[in-house]
């Protein structure tokens, strides 16, 4: 069983910053895969970066440049660093683990366990 606890988020003018984080733990956390998606009223949740247990790192291209996704292994602890904000960023942000040494990348359909969520707002 795998619990992720998310924290941060809120309400930022843009081009401000934001840093979510996510606490992992339960049964092979340190060999899964973490990240978060974001979902935005009536759309799809979407892929916006992941990273292994070895530190590899997928973006989505919407965020390329702008993000950075980090993982502290110890804690089980990812990270993710939200720079020149837009109102496009705006939406719910999920942490998310995958299987123990699979890849998630962008692909929610190997993502099996989601945080609650928290809100982004960008105005």
């Known amino acids: 069983h795998v619990q992720l606890v998310e924290s941060g988020g809120g309400s930022v003018q843009a081009g401000g910053s934001l840093r979510l984080s996510c606490a992992g733990s339960?049964?092979?956390?340190?060999?899964?895969?973490m990240g978060w998606f974001r979902q935005v009223p009536g759309g799809e949740r979407e892929g916006v970066a992941t990273?292994?247990?070895?530190?590899?790192?997928t973006y989505a291209d919407s965020v390329k440049g702008r993000f950075t996704i980090s993982r502290d292994g110890g804690k089980n602890t990812v990270y993710l660093q939200m720079n020149s904000l837009n109102t496009e960023d705006t939406a719910t942000y999920y942490c998310?683990?995958?299987?123990?040494?699979?890849?998630?990348?962008?692909?929610?359909?190997?993502?099996?366990?989601w945080g609650q969520g928290t809100q982004v707002t960008v105005s």
């Open positions: 998310v683990a995958g299987k123990p040494y699979r890849r998630v990348e962008l692909s929610k359909s190997e993502v099996t366990t």
């Open positions: 339960g049964h092979y956390i340190s060999a899964r895969d």
């Open positions: 990273i292994s247990s070895g530190g590899s790192i």
